[in-house]
């Protein structure tokens, strides 16, 4: 079966540095993708790791290690507006299906 | 800008009923994809396709049926709605298949059906 896991909530101050993991065990891997939801609103792409290492976009990283099975998106500088919910998919397959973990839901507290 | 719509923001429907949720998507792509997503248990893959008149069941297809017959639009059919089926309903679309490429899916802005 297909598994992904990340922490169901999270709670950060403006302005520091949020780390959000996720664990995954796959039967194929094509890529990790983060995605940004906020509250009524439809997922948004934000980073995408297909080799092990770091990604940085901005405020946002993202890491993979393909041996263990681990991602983290890292949020710097946290704000106001970071509060939402962050999904982790994995890409399986030739038609690149994603397999959503349920998400992390970030508030981020003044 | 990748423009993913759907017919309907909220819709109220009643048991029984037989309901239509469209998704229309602009930029060319071959896949597409139908999400419900729940509280607590995330998105789930109800059906995707990756070509016209193409489909192929995702992890909870039970009591819906789709279709696909231009490449643009892309149908979710509830035959005869049922309380359990009152979610929040997405659909994304993505270009391609060739592996490498990020492929990421774009989202429509989601339709909240409840089921009466």
């Known amino acids: 079966g297909q598994n992904i896991d990340q922490p169901t909530e999270m709670t950060a101050t403006e302005g520091a540095i949020v780390q959000i993991n996720c664990t995954y065990q796959?039967?194929?891997?094509?890529?990790l993708f983060w995605y940004q939801q906020h509250a009524g609103e439809a997922p948004t792409f934000l980073s995408y790791n297909v080799l092990d290492g770091l990604e940085e976009k901005g405020r946002f990283s993202s890491f993979l290690s393909r041996s263990k099975g681990y991602s983290y998106l890292l949020l710097k500088e946290l704000q106001m507006k970071d509060s939402a919910s962050y999904l982790c998919?994995?890409?399986?397959?030739?038609?690149?299906?994603?397999?959503f973990g349920t998400g992390t839901l970030l508030a981020v507290q003044p | 800008d990748v423009k993913v719509t759907q017919s309907s923001r909220y819709l109220v429907k009643r048991t029984g009923e037989k309901v239509f949720l469209e998704c229309v998507q602009d930029?060319?792509?071959?896949?597409m994809f139908w999400y419900r997503q729940d509280p607590g248990l995330g998105l789930r893959l109800i059906y995707f396709?990756?070509?016209?008149?193409?489909?192929e069941k995702g992890d909870i297809p039970e009591g819906y049926s789709v279709s696909r017959e231009k490449k643009e639009r892309f149908s979710l059919i509830l035959e005869s709605a049922s309380t359990n089926q009152t979610s929040m309903y997405l659909c994304a679309s993505s270009s391609g298949t060739s592996g490498g490429k990020r492929n990421e899916q774009f989202f429509g802005p989601g339709t909240r059906l409840t089921v009466l």
């Open positions: 930029m060319d792509h071959e896949n």
């Open positions: 396709s990756y070509d016209v008149k193409m489909k």
């Open positions: 796959t039967s194929g891997f094509n890529g």
């Open positions: 998919a994995v890409s399986l397959g030739a038609t690149n299906k994603l397999i």
